[in-house]
């Protein structure tokens, strides 16, 4: 038994030691450098959304979805071009996500370019379009189409 206060941090790092030091290694079901099983498409998509949402805040609920239309390496694949387009459930948010004379959208574009360029290693050219898909959160095809459900 390990006595802990997650409150004030007592003993958690004993503890973490403790579990690691006595847990069988399990097997690796991916290599060693692959970080994730998703792929790069939706991982850019994600970081795009979730710049929208942390730039937009209350004003777009959840209800935004990125689709990475093209993505494709440019200039002897030193610059990858995205095309990627943001969908909102109503036109009102369309206006929010472009933003008054597409500050929101540049400003979107900036914070999510300079991550997937870290991703990527490589320059990113970032082009980003908003379009307005009525309800598309109650659509199934919508719903695999952004990657939301399994492909049958």
């Known amino acids: 038994m390990v006595p802990i206060s997650a409150l004030q941090g007592n003993n958690t790092a004993t503890l973490v030691k403790l579990i690691f030091d006595n847990l069988p290694e399990g097997p690796a079901y991916y290599p060693v450098d692959q970080v994730t099983d998703s792929p790069e498409h939706f991982i850019v998509g994600e970081l795009i959304r979730e710049k929208v949402l942390f730039l937009t805040r209350e004003e777009i609920p959840h209800s935004v979805a990125v689709v990475v239309e093209e993505m494709t390496r440019k200039e002897q694949g030193e610059t990858v071009y995205i095309r990627a387009t943001i969908f909102a459930e109503r036109p009102s948010q369309k206006g929010i996500l472009i933003g008054k004379r597409g500050a929101m959208l540049k400003e979107v574009g900036r914070l999510a370019r300079e991550e997937i360029e870290r991703l ?26 952004f990657g939301y459900r399994e492909v049958d």
Do not use: T
Not at 121 to 137: A, E, I, S, T
């Open 120 to 145: 990527l290693g490589n320059r990113v050219f970032l082009d980003l379009w908003v379009k307005v898909k009525k309800d598309w959160r109650n659509e199934e095809a919508y719903l695999r189409r």
